[in-house]
């Protein structure tokens, strides 16, 4: 009986190619783009979920009350872990790593001596226990032992093939960090998975990392560095929540109280912006359900133009009912007939679009720079059999009871009215339901473009043009050098000028501290952001000075400049009035003098707050070269600083970034964001404009004998047209006024993330419905203009 409904089911669809095409392709390109939108989000949160101890690994991460609100940080102060092992033996693990991303590895010879390669890595100090925590298999070496002795080295299984050829004969070779120190190979680990966001390609030990110097230091916390914690299984992490709250009070000194820690679920760090991961990439749980709440939008417009296109056709297949009745069939055969109809083009279109995701995906990860893969696992096979299911009932339900609905008798004595199909007001509000989900969508996309041109063209109080930035190792080699390297460069033609400093002037690296301003006995209760920097630096990056004057070419703190912003954060109205007194930081390791008082830049990122910012020099942290490049000679520059940088530093790697290359990094997930809102609105659009064709054509056999009988009274074509325009340019209208609110809402919400953010205008809103209507004239305007040419005669002949 089943292959009975299905054979008839297919011989109406090959009756009617050109209904099933546009049936097809509309739900096809629906149902992939939510098999995208799956396999992304399916990626996303699987993140670290291979640790077998997942549900009770914590970092510990700081938490510190400030007058202006809580700052929060992934990092902990270095005695951290200790002090935890010691007042806490219940703890199952303990484990510190530290991170140093992007430096030079140096393979060397089994003398230690002679250099074979270089090559730039992402490197990180570990303690032994860190294994003990995150399950990331060794294919040699003990586990327990491999990083437990200063200078060991423990390597993933590609990084040794890379640097010795055969992982299996990597064990005991070396290698050198930063062209410094040398570490001997104890371990190889398996291949880190794409989904974890601790990307170790080479592990030291953590011994050969801690200074003594600091090894006590309660105060201090490096964003760098992170504790991880496994529970026992009989402790909450609240309860451990308030153990840590007397633990701070116990070691640390009584002038950091507002110090705090917390504990972050593993299964939190992929989604929380606040505290980072080590990958340097997060992906929230908003934008997840954001993602998942489109995928679903697209399902329904296109179930919602499945189901404008069939009840379409019901006046062609009326009398195709009319008859099955009369031979018979009942109501309930006559569903599942429909259905099997709706099952075979349900069917058609998941497969077409398991095409189409395939072919997109590698677009897709290119844009979101993911490794996403479509493999036929078990869940991905449920999820299609579900939406095979759901897509059938969604699209042919509806169109199933209304077809198999009709009068037998009126169908077969031709009397098909407006009112024996009593769907048309569904039909209107599943049209007005597709355009304001579109809209909503256009709306979205046109708010975070605008936001994405405020970060593009914004004044930033500096000039970001045309400098390259080039990093320098932090060794004592590099350091003695890099004046008469700076010197070298400033003689070359194209070079405008040179600067060393610790951070370029818009920078996500940070070094913050609170200090003590103009002998005062109490700290101050704002921190300030230091921008260690060479005299020269205001030049280079053209800050305008608006009291004072820059600080003498020192190696060490001889005066500072600050910002406006903190001149105002200290309760001064001039400027002038803070020149000569004196900034204390660090309980007098570095006091000096304030000389200069700068307008206003943007340090970090516009989605956060202008701070106050202190510069000075401080040779010994300098890791960047900043050069102002002729912009009309950049590609001869670049080989000349390449030149003089190999023969300077001949055992460095020499690698360049422009600075606005790396000002537009700040600000890559929201131009991804605006990626996928732009293709997500295409989408909806494309389906939405399907659903109105086949509301029109509806709408046209309806009203085609009111048409002739206008015609033959001397209805005009443009009146005509007129007629059934007004319909569907009024249910876009309607639909606008849905989607404005919600956009607005939803779109407000989501400005709030950036202190820097646009007004949201009214132009905006025009811009869409005058869009909207266009592209909805362009669907359907051939089929107005068709019904309004049609021969009156052909409509009337029957009366």
Request: aromatic share 12%; net charge positive; hydrophobic share 45%.
């Amino acid at each position: 009986m089943l292959m009975n409904y299905l054979k008839t089911a297919w011989q109406n669809l090959r009756n009617h190619k050109t209904y099933a095409a546009i049936n097809t392709l509309g739900l096809a390109v629906g149902i992939a783009a939510c098999l995208l939108i799956f396999l992304l989000v399916q990626y996303e949160t699987s993140f670290d979920n291979f640790h077998k101890s997942k549900e009770r690994i914590y970092r510990v991460v700081a938490v510190t009350q400030t007058p202006a609100g809580v700052n929060y940080s992934e990092g902990s102060a270095l005695p951290v872990a200790e002090g935890l092992r010691i007042d806490y033996p219940q703890l199952e693990h303990v484990a510190r790593i530290y991170d140093r991303r992007d430096q030079q590895v140096t393979v060397v010879d089994d003398n230690a001596n002679t250099v074979q390669k270089k090559f730039k890595e992402n490197v990180f100090y570990a303690e032994p226990e860190f294994f003990d925590i995150f399950n990331f298999p060794f294919l040699s070496g003990n586990p327990k032992t491999a990083l437990s002795e200063p200078n060991t080295a423990v390597l993933t299984q590609a990084i040794a093939e890379k640097y010795f050829g055969d992982w299996h004969t990597a064990i005991n070779k070396f290698i050198k960090y930063n062209n410094d120190q040398v570490y001997k190979v104890t371990g190889i680990l398996k291949n880190i998975p794409a989904n974890t966001d601790f990307p170790p390609q080479v592990v030291l030990s953590f011994k050969s990392s801690v200074r003594e110097d600091i090894s006590m230091d309660w105060a201090g916390q490096d964003g760098s560095l992170n504790t991880f914690i496994v529970l026992p299984e009989n402790m909450s992490a609240q309860q451990f929540d308030n153990d840590l709250k007397s633990f701070v009070k116990k070691h640390a000194p009584a002038e950091y109280a507002n110090h705090g820690y917390m504990l972050q679920p593993l299964n939190d760090i992929h989604y929380e912006s606040r505290f980072g991961t080590f990958s340097g990439k997060t992906f929230s749980k908003e934008l997840i359900a954001a993602l998942s709440l489109v995928s679903i939008f697209l399902l329904i417009i296109a179930c919602i133009n499945f189901i404008n296109l069939a009840t379409a056709r019901a006046v062609n297949r009326s009398k195709e009912v009319g008859i099955r009745k009369v031979l018979g069939s009942s109501k309930k055969q006559l569903v599942v007939q429909f259905l099997s109809e709706t099952f075979l083009i349900t069917l058609a279109s998941v497969i077409i679009a398991i095409g189409f995701a395939f072919s997109a995906l590698p677009l897709l990860n290119h844009l979101l720079q993911t490794p996403v893969q479509m493999q036929f696992s078990f869940s991905l096979i449920v999820f299609l059999l579900s939406l095979t299911v759901i897509v059938t009932f969604l699209s042919g339900f509806y169109p199933a009871i209304v077809l198999s609905g009709f009068n037998p008798i009126n169908v077969l004595k031709n009397k098909f009215t407006s009112k024996t199909t009593s769907g048309l007001a569904m039909r209107r509000v599943l049209v007005v339901s597709q355009f304001a989900v579109a809209q909503t969508l256009i709306i979205g996309t046109l708010i975070i473009v605008s936001q994405m041109d405020l970060f593009q063209n914004a004044f930033l109080g500096f000039d970001k043009d045309a400098i390259v930035m080039v990093p320098v190792a932090h060794d004592n080699k590099r350091l003695s050098e890099m004046d008469a390297l700076k010197m070298e460069l400033l003689q070359q033609a194209g070079i405008k000028n040179v600067s060393l400093s610790a951070f370029s002037a818009m920078d996500k690296a940070s070094w913050d501290s609170d200090f003590k301003f103009d002998n005062a006995i109490k700290k101050s209760d704002f921190k300030a952001d230091f921008k260690w920097a060479d005299a020269d630096y205001f030049k280079t990056y053209n800050i305008q000075f608006i009291a004072g004057q820059p600080y003498s070419p020192a190696d060490s703190v001889n005066g500072f400049v600050v910002n406006e912003m903190m001149v105002k954060k200290l309760g001064f109205k001039n400027p002038e009035d803070i020149i000569g007194r004196k900034i204390n930081f660090w309980d007098g390791n570095m006091v000096a003098p304030v000389v200069g008082v700068v307008k206003n830049f943007n340090g970090s990122s516009l989605a956060t707050e202008m701070t106050p910012v202190v510069l000075g020099s401080f040779k010994t942290v300098y890791r960047l070269l900043n050069i102002k490049v002729e912009p009309q000679h950049v590609k001869q520059t670049l080989a000349t600083i390449e030149r003089i940088w190999n023969k300077t530093y001949p055992d460095f790697i020499y690698e360049y970034q422009f600075l606005d290359d790396k000002i537009a990094s700040f600000y890559k997930q929201e131009r991804q964001l605006s990626q996928l809102f732009k293709i997500s609105a295409g989408i909806a659009i494309f389906i939405s404009c399907l659903g109105l064709y086949g509301f029109v054509s509806f709408m046209a056999v309806q009203r085609r004998k009111e048409v002739g009988i206008r015609k033959v009274l001397g209805a005009s074509v443009s009146n005509i047209i007129y007629l059934i325009s007004r319909e569907f340019t009024l249910l876009i209208g309607i639909a606008f006024l849905i989607a404005t609110p919600l956009a607005y809402y939803i779109m407000h919400q989501w400005l709030q993330h950036f202190a820097y953010r646009i007004d949201i205008g009214i132009g905006i809103f025009l811009s869409t419905i005058l869009v909207s209507e266009i592209i909805a004239w362009l669907t359907v305007g051939y089929q107005a203009i068709k019904a309004a040419m049609a021969n009156p005669v052909k409509s009337l002949r029957m009366e």
